[in-house]
């Protein structure tokens, strides 16, 4: 375990869909989204998609 690098954690969400989604603070003025691939046709493509979005600011730590 001591080869791990800790870089933040994740919150389940739900979407107006009601599809569930993770997201967290990844660094600072930066957010991950971890969403379910909705538009998933072939099992070799992936169940989820990774995102990086800027912060709001009103949201970011000071």
Known sequence: MSDLLKIGGLWENK???????????FTYGVKLLVMKNTFKEKD????????????????QEE
Do not use: Q
């Open 15 to 25: 979407d107006k869909n009601d599809n569930t989604y993770f997201s967290g603070t």
């Open 44 to 59: 070799n493509e992936p169940d989820y998609m990774v995102y990086l979005a800027k912060k709001d600011r009103d949201t």
